[in-house]
């Protein structure tokens, strides 16, 4: 006989060692015994060192254990039964001679390791779910503050430094403690260390995120998802006791029926406009009318419009707004993000600059009309934003039809042109807005074009200085426009 005697309970590396020679030599169940420390664990493991045989003595084979069997192996080497040691050496010299053997419903010891590896993935998966680490403090590395927090879990099986490795990846920016009373482990940022067991007296108690995530979890809370069977099967009450958020859960079952009639009588949510775009159903009906005799109908085409790529992802149209008897228009260059969502032009940033101006200058914009050269916006998306891209000639062209309509029915005597784009689609002038500030073009319907800088611009402007000069220029742009509007009525 001969006795195997392994450091720890979890000693793989000192089991592997072990039972690779004696693979080699075939050496059979019968002929082992298994020690963890000075502790014997079955009847032979007493034996001393003269009853030890010789493994060279015997034939030498190659040994064949695949990466998947040794991740097995390590996994089931956690499991808590003594009987592991002995049913790993049978299902392991098994398959030195039968790849298949784990598949054997005959074959006890591999219906065993397979149920135990089944059990250690169980307990696993649960101590990933239900571990709740509380904060205990704080220690300074170097410039920086790391958070220390510390968790209390009891998990079925010695698995406490197999998912060593899971929590060091998942919480690499703060330091922390699992302890268990089989062992504990510690990250402190570079390195996982493992410590004896403890009792639970030396867990911490409740932190003051505790609340907090409380709070949270009451408010996500579904009653109208509540199936008490397989919760339990997922949450077993035994892990109740270390989770803040259980204390909740009897009130909350209890008062699921009265907010499952809560929920299904509040009114339902108006869907999110970027979501459901306005545009798909729009642009199913027919095509737009070549003859357009009013405003209205002008904008209830322009809502079809298709002839470039940017209706493809803008969410609507954003069509020009104001009284039909509106003698002075603003154009500006095309919709923005609000304007976007909300389907009306100069809403956003842009919008209340402008709308601070025009009070400024002593104009009610309520008396205004308000468009862009370009009906959709035009965006590159960035994360979760969508920042703003500029028009090409192409879009501006293609764009320039139902800004023609609009200076057709509003017939607008001043047209005030902020920004190049409007400018551009309004005179086709290609050169800088700069080198005809403070001038004048003739329109082709008869109306006096003023240039000017677009109110983005304005916010653009990193210095100060230059912002409030700027933005003085543009009230007097403005006033320009209205004392030339005063003088053409």
Same mark, same amino acid.
């Given at each position: 006989?001969?006795?195997?005697?392994?450091?720890?309970?979890?000693?793989?590396?000192?089991?592997?060692?072990?039972?690779?020679?004696?693979?080699?030599?075939?050496?059979?169940?019968?002929?082992?015994?298994?020690?963890?420390?000075?502790?014997?664990?079955?009847?032979?493991?007493?034996?001393?060192?003269?009853?030890?045989?010789?493994?060279?003595?015997?034939?030498?084979?190659?040994?064949?254990?695949?990466?998947?069997?040794?991740?097995?192996?390590?996994?089931?080497?956690?499991?808590?039964?003594?009987?592991?040691?002995?049913?790993?050496?049978?299902?392991?010299?098994?398959?030195?001679?039968?790849?298949?053997?784990?598949?054997?419903?005959?074959?006890?010891?591999?219906?065993?390791?397979?149920?135990?590896?089944?059990?250690?993935?169980?307990?696993?998966?649960?101590?990933?779910?239900?571990?709740?680490?509380?904060?205990?403090?704080?220690?300074?590395?170097?410039?920086?503050?790391?958070?220390?927090?510390?968790?209390?879990?009891?998990?079925?099986?010695?698995?406490?430094?197999?998912?060593?490795?899971?929590?060091?990846?998942?919480?690499?920016?703060?330091?922390?403690?699992?302890?268990?009373?089989?062992?504990?482990?510690?990250?402190?940022?570079?390195?996982?260390?493992?410590?004896?067991?403890?009792?639970?007296?030396?867990?911490?108690?409740?932190?003051?995120?505790?609340?907090?995530?409380?709070?949270?979890?009451?408010?996500?809370?579904?009653?109208?998802?509540?199936?008490?069977?397989?919760?339990?099967?997922?949450?077993?009450?035994?892990?109740?006791?270390?989770?803040?958020?259980?204390?909740?859960?009897?009130?909350?079952?209890?008062?699921?029926?009265?907010?499952?009639?809560?929920?299904?009588?509040?009114?339902?949510?108006?869907?999110?406009?970027?979501?459901?775009?306005?545009?798909?159903?729009?642009?199913?009906?027919?095509?737009?009318?070549?003859?357009?005799?009013?405003?209205?109908?002008?904008?209830?085409?322009?809502?079809?419009?298709?002839?470039?790529?940017?209706?493809?992802?803008?969410?609507? +149209?954003?069509?020009?707004?104001?009284?039909? %008897?509106?003698? /002075?228009? =603003?154009?500006?260059?095309?919709?923005? !993000?609000? $304007?976007?969502?909300?389907?009306?032009?100069?809403?956003?940033?842009?919008?209340?600059?402008?709308?601070?101006?025009?009070?400024?200058?002593?104009?009610?914009?309520?008396?205004?009309?308000?468009?862009?050269?370009?009906?959709?916006?035009?965006?590159?998306?960035?994360?979760?934003?969508?920042?703003?891209?500029?028009?090409?000639?192409?879009?501006?062209?293609?764009?320039?039809?139902?800004?023609?309509?609009?200076?057709?029915?509003?017939?607008?005597?001043?047209?005030?042109?902020?920004?190049?784009?409007?400018?551009?689609?309004?005179?086709?002038?290609?050169?800088?807005?700069?080198?005809?500030?403070?001038?004048?073009?003739?329109?082709?319907?008869?109306? +006096?074009?003023?240039?000017?800088?677009?109110? %983005?611009?304005? /916010?653009? =402007?990193?210095?100060?200085?230059?912002? !409030?000069? $700027?933005?003085?220029?543009?009230?007097?742009?403005?006033?320009?426009?209205?004392?030339?509007?005063?003088?053409?009525?």
């Amino acid at each position: 006989m001969r006795c195997i005697t392994l450091d720890s309970e979890t000693d793989f590396d000192g089991w592997r060692d072990a039972v690779r020679p004696l693979l080699a030599a075939r050496i059979p169940c019968e002929a082992l015994g298994w020690r963890v420390g000075n502790t014997a664990t079955d009847l032979f493991s007493t034996m001393g060192d003269s009853d030890l045989f010789k493994v060279t003595d015997h034939p030498q084979y190659p040994v064949r254990i695949t990466k998947t069997q040794v991740a097995m192996c390590k996994r089931v080497l956690c499991h808590r039964s003594p009987e592991r040691l002995y049913h790993l050496y049978a299902t392991l010299l098994r398959l030195q001679t039968d790849p298949y053997a784990l598949d054997d419903p005959l074959f006890t010891s591999g219906l065993w390791v397979r149920e135990a590896d089944k059990n250690i993935r169980r307990d696993v998966h649960k101590m990933h779910a239900f571990v709740r680490f509380k904060k205990v403090g704080e220690r300074l590395v170097g410039n920086m503050m790391r958070e220390n927090f510390c968790a209390w879990f009891e998990p079925d099986h010695r698995i406490v430094e197999h998912t060593a490795d899971f929590f060091a990846r998942r919480f690499t920016g703060m330091d922390w403690s699992i302890l268990t009373p089989d062992g504990c482990t510690h990250w402190d940022g570079k390195n996982i260390t493992v410590s004896p067991g403890v009792d639970k007296s030396m867990a911490p108690d409740a932190d003051d995120t505790e609340e907090a995530w409380k709070a949270y979890y009451a408010s996500i809370f579904n009653p109208s998802r509540v199936k008490i069977g397989a919760m339990m099967a997922e949450m077993p009450k035994k892990y109740w006791k270390n989770l803040p958020e259980a204390e909740l859960i009897p009130q909350l079952i209890q008062q699921s029926e009265a907010m499952s009639r809560q929920f299904m009588s509040t009114p339902e949510t108006a869907p999110n406009i970027r979501t459901e775009k306005v545009a798909p159903e729009v642009y199913a009906q027919t095509t737009a009318p070549i003859n357009i005799s009013t405003l209205a109908e002008a904008e209830d085409a322009a809502r079809r419009c298709t002839q470039c790529n940017l209706h493809c992802n803008a969410t609507q +149209t954003v069509f020009g707004q104001g009284p039909m %008897s509106a003698k /002075l228009m =603003l154009v500006g260059e095309q919709p923005g !993000d609000q $304007e976007d969502i909300a389907g009306a032009p100069f809403v956003g940033p842009a919008g209340q600059l402008l709308d601070r101006a025009l009070n400024e200058a002593g104009l009610d914009r309520g008396g205004l009309y308000v468009t862009n050269a370009v009906k959709h916006f035009k965006f590159e998306p960035r994360g979760k934003m969508r920042l703003h891209r500029n028009p090409v000639a192409d879009e501006i062209e293609r764009c320039r039809s139902w800004l023609t309509l609009e200076r057709q029915f509003v017939k607008p005597k001043v047209i005030l042109a902020m920004g190049k784009t409007a400018l551009l689609s309004l005179t086709g002038h290609k050169g800088t807005l700069k080198s005809v500030r403070g001038g004048s073009f003739e329109g082709e319907f008869g109306e +006096t074009i003023i240039p000017t800088v677009h109110p %983005s611009f304005l /916010l653009r =402007l990193p210095d100060p200085a230059a912002r !409030d000069r $700027e933005y003085a220029q543009f009230i007097r742009d403005i006033s320009r426009a209205e004392k030339l509007t005063k003088e053409a009525a």
